[in-house]
């Protein structure tokens, strides 16, 4: 918005400035070449000076000019998380450091911009000494002009007028361009981030059919099955490049319910980002439905699969509005009906207003498990054809852990689903488990054929199944 006010106030007041000058400027330059010309010459001898001054001190400004906004954005940033993480920030015991951080920034951005401020103030009076020596060529070269008899004493004196007349255009047009070299930095970040390209587009013909954002054509969407298939795909992220899968190939058929385990960093969300397309693939296919998501709009896809997180987000506002996130135009008949097969209904009559009960900011006013419930429900209303839950009951006390396994239950039936766990004991029921250490499936099976197996998965569930005993037996 500072870049754009910026930009705005160049072009409707500082533009039509220069028009006023340039136009002045011009007409005076007629008059004395009419008076005289030699003299006029002598005064645009000064032009050359000039713009190599100008050149160098361009140079300078706009470096500094652009220091000055990146720290200004550093600044903003800081500040934000600042605000947003203080109580992380008080926990930690690092409010000390943030101090610190904060004064070193504000620091370098008070030395800079007093740095450009000194460069802004030489180049004005160069300007002005510039202008001087201007007006002393004239008094020498017309006064001996006079002397000699060429030229009478009015003449000169017109013409005296008239180049004094000229500074203050010049300044105007000099001051001009310094606010162009410093709105210059504006344009170049404005620029940059309208010219980020998204990772993942769609292309010409998959908009042509199925729309945009803004102009889906729903005619032509099908309706999604929910079959999955990984086709010989490797992927890095595009800013790391070490491959997190590497020929990667997997099978899922159409209602399936699939549990994904392994240690962190295995490479778990990385499968379902590149099922939602978060993400595409550096090699190979990702299909859905035995199509390239690249065939289909995200939009489409988006709309067709629900997305639970570790850390559920509601937007400030009521449950209600909450919940029609995940339809706009569901009734409270709808949002009831979702909210009681999660089994958060009496949870909702329980609250002030029941559905007109304020969350708070990002759900502030509930407790993680009440949010999850609900994020829960808001992906049941879409009524999704694929389901992924990503470590959905990871921040969850294990008394909540109950109520929301049994509303997992009844989301995932019917529907293929994905289900990263860090809890083993929630995953025994699934069609199928995928163990994945470092971006391979290296176990696949049922929970019961991976215990008999015993190996990774083995050791994996009778290690948490200990823990918990002894965890039970201390209590
Ligand atoms: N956005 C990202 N950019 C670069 N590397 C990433 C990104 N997300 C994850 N990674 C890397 O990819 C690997 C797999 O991560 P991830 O799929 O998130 O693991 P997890 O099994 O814990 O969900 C990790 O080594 C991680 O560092
Ligand atoms: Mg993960």
Redesign the pocket.
């Known amino acids: 918005m500072s870049d754009t006010d910026r930009i705005g106030t160049l072009v409707s007041w500082h533009l039509m400035q220069f028009v006023w000058n340039f136009s002045y400027l011009f007409f005076v330059f007629v008059v004395m070449i009419r008076i005289d010309l030699k003299l006029t010459l002598y005064l645009m001898l000064l032009i050359p000076v000039a713009a190599v001054l100008i050149a160098y001190f361009q140079k300078h400004l706009v470096v500094l000019n652009r220091k000055i906004r990146e720290i200004n954005s550093r600044i903003t940033g800081n500040f934000n998380e600042g605000i947003t993480g203080a109580r992380s920030i008080r926990t930690l015991v690092v409010e000390d450091t943030m101090q610190k951080d904060f004064e070193k920034d504000t620091d370098l951005m008070r030395k800079t911009s007093i740095n450009a401020t000194h460069y802004s103030a030489l180049f004005s009076s160069t300007v002005t000494i510039l202008s001087s020596i201007a007006l002393s060529l004239v008094l020498w070269q017309g006064g001996k002009l006079n002397l000699a008899g060429l030229m009478q004493i009015g003449t000169l004196s017109v013409f005296m007028s008239y180049a004094l007349n000229m500074l203050e255009p010049v300044q105007g047009m000099i001051e001009m361009i310094s606010q162009l070299i410093a709105v210059q930095v504006n344009i170049e970040r404005l620029n940059r981030l309208l010219n980020t390209e998204s990772d993942v587009k769609d292309s010409a013909e998959v908009i042509e059919k199925y729309g945009d954002v803004f102009e889906p054509k729903k005619e032509n969407w099908e309706k999604l099955k929910g079959e999955v298939e990984f086709r010989n795909v490797s992927f890095?992220?595009?800013?790391?490049d070490?491959m997190?899968l590497e020929n990667f190939s997997l099978h899922i058929p159409q209602g399936m319910n699939v549990a994904?385990v392994?240690?962190?960093?295995?490479?778990?969300?990385?499968?379902?980002?590149l099922i939602c397309r978060f993400?595409e693939p550096t090699e190979g296919q990702v299909l859905i439905d035995g199509r390239d998501v690249r065939e289909r709009s995200q939009l489409w896809l988006h709309s067709n699969i629900g997305y639970v997180l570790q850390t559920p987000h509601l937007f400030s506002g009521t449950v209600r509005e909450n919940m029609r996130y995940g339809k706009p135009d569901a009734t409270d008949d709808d949002i009831m009906k979702a909210l009681k097969l999660v089994h958060a209904d009496e949870m909702v009559s329980r609250m002030p207003g029941g559905l007109d009960a304020e969350v708070g900011e990002g759900g502030d006013l509930l407790s993680t498990g009440e949010k999850q419930l609900l994020s829960f429900a808001r992906a049941l209303l879409a009524d999704p054809g694929i389901l992924v839950l990503?470590?959905a009951t990871s921040s969850i006390d294990t008394e909540t852990e109950k109520a929301i396994q049994d509303a997992i239950n009844v989301m995932i039936r019917g529907r293929t689903s994905f289900m990263?766990a860090h809890r083993l004991s929630t995953v025994v029921d699934a069609d199928v488990i995928l163990v994945?250490s470092d971006?391979v499936i290296v176990e696949q099976g049922t929970h019961r054929e991976l215990m008999e197996a015993g190996g990774y998965y083995y050791r994996l569930y009778t290690r948490q199944y200990e823990e918990s005993m002894t965890r039970e037996a201390l209590l």
């Open positions: 890095h992220y595009p800013d790391g070490e997190v994904i392994g240690e962190t960093g295995a490479g778990k969300s990385t499968l379902v980002n993400f990503d470590e990263i994945v971006g």
